[in-house]
């Protein structure tokens, strides 16, 4: 047999996830090489280059772009870069993952689909929740009608804390434009074809209230209406001492799924102190699977010329409407409603 051809992806960005997509690029999946890796800070990308046996590391996402027989990028950059480095890469006819968010305003996210679409190439966005294995057979649910039509819809992400970040070096929103965008994604995906209508958001800085007045938010909650009737709560902490929790539920008229389980496994410790699990950490051990199938996926798309049933930019675009609808709720403490 015929062996299949690999596909060579250059990674944008070795920092944290970057990093982690690296390595699943060049270890844990069959049919991708990871052939390049750019990174401006200094010796970032020479660093993981060594570390998972790659030749070539760059300073400047153009030298990427140049490699020879690159077919595809994973981009991993700060969220601030993340639009003009797709573009970037789509004018160079390559394949694009994106970490989310793909773009910080709707100009920004129209201009990015645009690129994709005039390059023709497959534009798939880091929404991995939709790969986690709980959330799949969720959606795969609704699907199938077992729960009727959606009525409650609710999703939520608490970081693991205990919180240690600076707040002064995170930007301004950032729990809407990167967290809770995350969210967004998954109450549009469980709620197939319906429109968001209305959104009231309320946020705080309850882990660091001093740093409040800076613009710094840690805590939200977002209230959102759908043309279908039914309704949905976002809702994010950056600090769950317990662990990294993500959980999601969609009550319906026939019935309800819930997904997610911040338990590491169902190993149950039954001791003296009495019963007792170990939960999740980091994303990068609760979502090894769905990070991995995503990328495994993006792959197979770049192989067939179209993604399929994967996250593209207008679902980026439809995600991020939300969270500049929240950040407008919150700056003037009222509902907003989307046309
Ligand atoms: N899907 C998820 O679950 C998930 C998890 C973590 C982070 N993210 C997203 O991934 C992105 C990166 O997050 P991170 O935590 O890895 O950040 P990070 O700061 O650890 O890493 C970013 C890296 O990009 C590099 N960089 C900056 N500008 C660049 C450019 N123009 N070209 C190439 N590299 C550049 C930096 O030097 C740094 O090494 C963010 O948008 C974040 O929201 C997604």
């Known amino acids: 047999m015929p062996k299949i051809k690999s596909v060579n992806v250059g990674l944008i960005g070795a920092g944290r996830i970057g990093s982690f997509h690296g390595q699943s690029i060049a270890r844990r999946l069959v049919d991708a090489e990871l052939v390049a890796i750019a990174d401006p800070a200094p010796g970032a990308a020479a660093k993981l280059a060594e570390a998972l046996g790659v030749d070539a590391a760059y300073a400047e996402v153009s030298e990427l772009l140049a490699h020879p027989g690159l077919d595809a990028v994973v981009i991993a950059t700060p969220a601030r870069c993340h639009t003009n480095v797709l573009v970037q890469a789509a004018e160079a006819g390559k394949a694009i993952f994106c970490e989310k968010p793909m773009a910080l305003t709707l100009e920004d996210a129209d201009r990015a689909i645009a690129a994709a679409r005039s390059a023709r190439v497959p534009l798939q966005v880091g929404f991995n929740r939709r790969w986690d294995q709980a959330f799949a057979e969720g959606r795969a ?199």
């Not at 009550?251 to 309800?256: N, R, Y």
């Not at 169902?266 to 199938?293: E, I, P």
Request: proline letters at 5%; charged letters at 25%.
């Open 141 to 339: 649910a609704i699907d199938a009608g077992k729960i009727g039509a959606p009525q409650l819809i609710r999703s939520l992400t608490r970081d693991p804390g205990p919180f240690g970040a600076d707040p002064d070096r995170i930007p301004q929103w950032t729990i809407f434009y990167e967290t809770l965008i995350h969210d967004f994604d998954t109450l549009l995906w469980l709620n197939p074809g319906a429109k968001p209508v209305e959104v009231f958001a309320m946020a705080d800085a309850l882990l660091r209230p001093e740093a409040k007045e800076k613009g710094f938010l840690d805590t939200a909650v977002v209230n959102i209406r759908f043309d279908n009737g039914s309704v949905a709560v976002a809702e994010a902490n950056f600090s769950a001492l317990y662990g990294y929790d993500i959980r999601g539920e969609v009550f319906g008229s026939g019935g309800m799924v819930t997904m997610g389980d911040v338990r590491r496994s169902s190993m149950t410790l039954f001791d003296k102190d009495g019963v007792s699990n170990d939960t999740w950490r980091r994303d990068t051990d609760h979502f090894v699977q769905g990070y991995t199938a995503q990328l495994a996926a993006f792959v197979d798309a770049v192989r067939n010329g179209e993604l399929k049933d994967a996250p593209t930019g207008v679902d980026a675009r439809n995600a991020l409407m939300i969270a500049l609808a929240s950040i407008e709720s919150v700056s003037k403490n009222q509902p907003v409603l989307l046309s």
